[in-house]
């Protein structure tokens, strides 16, 4: 028996993260929003990971990235129409979407330290706590990591589900996707190593 559609998009989103890589963490995302939308749920998988598994999966070519925008200059904090990035994938009887990674997602960390240099956010002074900092620089160095939370927000209304295919370790792109989601999945083989990446990973919650 098919589960019924909610009477309104509530769009959950939902992080799928280990330290670890190998650990199926594409593979939980994937299979997990094709189970959804085989009963009717509208799913979007967002692909954080730089090594763009989850959008070469589901049939996303280079040529058919996104040119007016990606989630790189989303990170960034830029002015740009996130739903524009959103496409197709080649589960073409269901309603599953896909936003597709951007290789510069590989170097967000040094982007994100760039963009405060700029802003003048990294002082780099020896002893300078966030408390030295003025209020408008701290705002900022927080306001960061909500950039991503930001520009999904408008898309829970058009989505039952959003999951979001985050990349291994803990970086800029991982702390946005913690931020930004309802809860987190954490995938585990029976291996000592994946276990390890779930304890590191439950340090930042």
């Not at 996104?66 to 990170?75: E, K, T, W």
């Not at 760039?114 to 003025?134: C, K, M, N, P």
């Not at 309802?182 to 291996?191: E, K, M």
């Amino acid at each position: 028996m098919e589960t019924p559609l909610p009477s309104q998009r509530n769009g959950r989103i939902v992080a799928i993260s280990n330290q670890k890589g190998g650990s199926a963490k594409t593979m939980t995302a994937i299979n997990l929003g094709e189970a959804c939308a085989r009963v009717k749920y509208k799913v979007l998988i967002v692909d954080l990971d730089g090594q763009g598994n989850a959008t070469t999966s589901l049939g996303v070519k280079a040529e058919d990235l996104p040119q007016d925008g990606s989630l790189f200059n989303v990170f960034m904090g830029e002015q740009v129409d996130i739903r524009k990035m959103i496409r197709k994938s080649n589960r073409e009887k269901l309603q599953m979407d896909l936003i597709p990674t951007s290789e510069d997602l590989q170097q967000m960390d040094v982007g994100i330290l760039e963009l405060g240099i700029r802003r003048g956010i990294v002082r780099g002074r020896a002893g300078e706590s966030e408390a030295d900092l003025d209020p408008f620089v701290r705002d900022a160095i927080q306001t960061i990591y909500f950039h991503l939370s930001d520009a999904l927000e408008p898309l829970r209304a058009d989505y039952d589900l959003i999951l979001l295919d985050c990349p291994p370790g803990y970086n800029c792109v991982t702390g946005n996707a913690l931020l930004a989601s309802d809860c987190v999945i954490i995938p585990l083989d029976s291996g000592p190593w994946s276990y390890g990446g779930a304890k590191s990973a439950l340090k930042h919650f």
